[in-house]
């Protein structure tokens, strides 16, 4: 029997869980934050085994995924996941795994424990003594694995089957005590290569064949590869001690992997190297030399063959080969797809050094002249590179002598089309424009259709700020064109041009752009099947041209992007796959510009219509897929500020499986969430920036706040940011968890004036967050490195609203840095400063007060915020005198200024050590100035030069004041 409530009754009980859900909440509210109170603040002590990560993989089949999981400063794993048998599979130090093209094994690298690793680092041990790799052999039937050591280096062959080649490094024999004294009483010479790298010693090589077990060794090999279909494996011997065999067993050598059968293809001492098969693994190719073994410049020949069952191949004299050049050793030689014609690298005799000079006796000089197509510093940064220029040319295998050059000094980048298949290659040339380059940063180019059977050159486009693109069947040339905005289509037969975009409103190059430069194409997505159309990408959509400009162009996502503002690419799927069918269904990877959204999106080009959307989520990633070979398997990883990147498999996108689960630790530590927030700036712009809160985030609490910039970020706001020493920027993640509020405003500038625009960006943003109750207005820092260190340089001059900066590789004087180098590339610094990042837009001559204006350094008096600048000796991108200029300045004006130089570091820092160091120094600083904490004697007393090494000033200095 059911019992009844009267009305009082009910209204009495309303009341009392009325009463009981406020005291409910308020439990939960106490109980959440006790939760949260058991979560610890990151500290820099979890670093070290936070994970990340490394290559994934899925078989050929689509049956395994192979995924590699990195710590900072610890032991890698490898795992396997069977997505049919959901078995798991993890192995200790693996790396670099790869799948058998049958997907029946899976081969990897085993490495020495870190520790040891690290040991032989701090020792500066020779390679020799390092411990060696090993490999695993994983049979995905059984999943048992087979562990072999003292392995240097293995390949597979790429769709050959279950083969496998590796070599096997030397072991060191360890001469006991009594050894070691009866070498001492006969004073033995110790040998001549004793102690010394044994990068180039022979070793023995095993082939085998995993699927049946057969296996075969070969002594003294140094250079091996297999054809890509796995049918022939080719290696070149060398003698280990002099005349200690035969020199017949010594050359070049063939080994049927069917049978095993090994064959000698050269019978010459010497060095055989770059070897590379046809398609269907008949002919081979390769280049080696005869001369002595310590001959500075050796003369390289070419050795081919168009019958792998020649018994022998004699070195290829050359017809049309000019005088003092030579084959390239550099160059991989290769086959045309269709095996018709075979290309390689020439390259010129380098000049021989006078050995009998005597150093001492001759000047060191670097000559500067201003008719060099590059300055001495470029050239000095490229001259190994140089020394190793190839320049292609090709041998049409029906006349196997002659020989066609392609490329040359004035047009020194030449590339093949169709694979070799075609009867032309793309030829590109800056020669005219090189010197130009050190103050215009359009990199124009010439380009040439060339001849692959005559070399002879058609000019196709001069002077072009752009770039060419050839379709995969080798039928049409496109480019893009910076200055008219217009793309374009060259019928290669033809020799017609046909403008592709003339009629189309929507702009395909950068709709943003705010730099007195040429604004950036979209670019091309993809070719579709026959060269039939291109898809080429305004800022949200895909538009398809017809190549031959027969058939008017079409939206391909039929204006969805733009009206969603969201951005649609199509992703390479698989190396091997250069077109896409116009009629099947395609993935499109999507980017949602309003919310920061990403995912995947399905459509069918020749439909033109809306594309169906299939995932959209606040995670990073998922865009950026890769497919099974032989099966609709996909493999990707997703993230979120919250969530470290996992592995996901899919075959459709809507029901995915997770394959891995790094950093459960994270559960432990209190972490925090991005919000994108929007306000008006000075100037009446809409801006955007992310705000990004703690974990336990108390709307009644006051925080400090530290802004960092550089340009636009807020297109990270789902972007993982593992908890990791800094570089010298400021790891969100960090001081969220540490109960900071961190903000990161985007920046649009106006050309000529970009201090001023900071100002507009930064300062606006910073003050409307100051309209929150929960920000501190008084304990806000600002932090950048290089342009957003410049930033920061800028805005103390002109505000004192920051209680304390942090300034990483500043430029602080444009009109000294604009004459400077970079020196990490050896380039110039003008165009940076007329058409890059600092937006001058004009000359240091033209525009002298621009560039005063724009430069913090003679505004120094009015900084009133405490600095710390980081600016490193070995600084390749801005020249550490910039940091030192701005040290010197505020040291004379007696401004609380520190800097830090890491000595031998770089632009960003390098070490892991000085990457620790930088942080526990930021942590303190901003503690000191944003939280009230005593100060660190660093800051308050300094480390004496002779204390260097000795104390690096962290503790912390409780009997001074701020």
Known sequence: MKSKLSTKRLQNYATQILTNKATYAVALALLATNVDAQKKPLDMTVFDEWQSIGMKELSNNGAWVAYQVNAQESDNSLNFFGLKTDKSLNFHRGEGSVFTSDSKYAIFKIRPFYKDLKLVRIKKKKEHEIAKDSIGILNLATNKVEKLPNIKSFKTPKNGGSFLAYLLEKEEVKKDKKEVADSAKTKEKPSKTAGKDKKDQPLELVLRNLASGQKKSFKNVMNYEFSENGKQLIFSTKQAKKDSLDKTKYGVFLVNTATFAQKQLVDTIGEFKQFVFDDSATKVAFVGTSDDEKKENKTYHLYYTTTVNQQEIKKTELVGLKKDWQVSENRLPKFSKDGNALFLGLAPKLAEKDTTLIAEDHAKVDVWSYKDDFVQPQQLKNADREKKRTYLSVIDLSNPTKITQLADFDVNQVEMINEGNSLFALGTSDNAYRVSAQWDATRRRDYYIINTKTGQRENLVSGLVGKVEISPNGKFAVYYNGETALWSSYNLTTKETKVLNKKIKVKFYDEENDSPTVAQEYGIAYFTDNDNTVLIKDRYD????????????????????????????????????????????????????????????????????????????????????????????????????????????????????????????????????????????????????????????????????????????SDNLNRYQAPAPTPSRINHTYFVSNDYIVFTPDISYTIGYPGKSAEDYINSGVEALKKNTWINGDKIAIQGQSWGGYQVAHLITVTNMYAAAWT????????????????????????????????????????????????????????????????????????????????????????????????????????????????????????????????????????????????????LDKSKDK
């Open 808 to 955: 990483g590789a500043p430029v602080v004087n444009m009109t000294s840095a604009y004459g400077g180098i970079r020196w990490g590339t050896g380039m110039s610094r003008q165009f940076q400063y007329e058409q890059t990042q600092s937006r001058i837009g004009k000359t240091l001559w033209e525009a002298p007060e621009l560039y005063i204006e724009n430069s913090p350094l003679f505004k120094m008096p009015n900084v009133q915020t405490p600095v710390v600048i980081m600016h490193n000796d070995e600084d390749g991108a801005v020249p550490w005198y910039q940091g030192i200029e701005m040290f010197m300045a505020l040291r004379r004006l007696q401004k609380p200024v520190w800097m830090l130089n890491y000595n031998g570091d770089d632009h960003n820092l390098l070490k892991r050590a000085n990457k620790n160091d930088i942080q526990q120094r930021q942590q303190q600083f901003f503690d000191h100035y944003l939280k009230d904490k005593p100060a660190p004697k660093w800051m308050t007393e300094g480390v004496p030069a002779t204390m260097k090494g000795i104390d690096w000033g962290f503790d």
């Open 542 to 713: 895909i538009w398809e041209f017809d190549l031959a400009g027969d058939r008017k162009p079409e939206n391909m996502t039929n204006g969805f992007g733009r009206k969603h503002k969201i951005t649609f690419d199509i992703n390479q799927l698989n190396e091997d796959v250069k077109t896409v069918n116009r009629d099947l269904p395609i993935f499109l990877g999507a980017f949602n510009n309003d919310n920061k959204q990403s995912g995947v999106f399905q459509t069918i080009i020749s439909k033109s219509k809306n594309p169906e959307e299939i995932t959209m989520s606040d995670t990073w990633g998922a865009q950026n897929m890769k497919k099974a070979l032989n099966a609709d398997e996909y493999i990707y990883t997703k993230e979120s500020f919250q969530n470290s990147p996992d592995v996901y498999v899919t075959s459709n996108f809507k029901d995915e499986k997770k394959v891995s689960a790094i950093n459960p630790q994270q559960k432990d530590y209190s972490w925090g969430k991005g919000e994108l927030v929007n306000w008006k700036t000075y100037s009446g712009k809409d801006a955007t920036g992310v705000v990004y809160k703690p974990e336990n985030f108390d709307p009644t609490k006051k925080y400090p706040v530290i802004v960092y910039f550089y340009e636009k970020l």
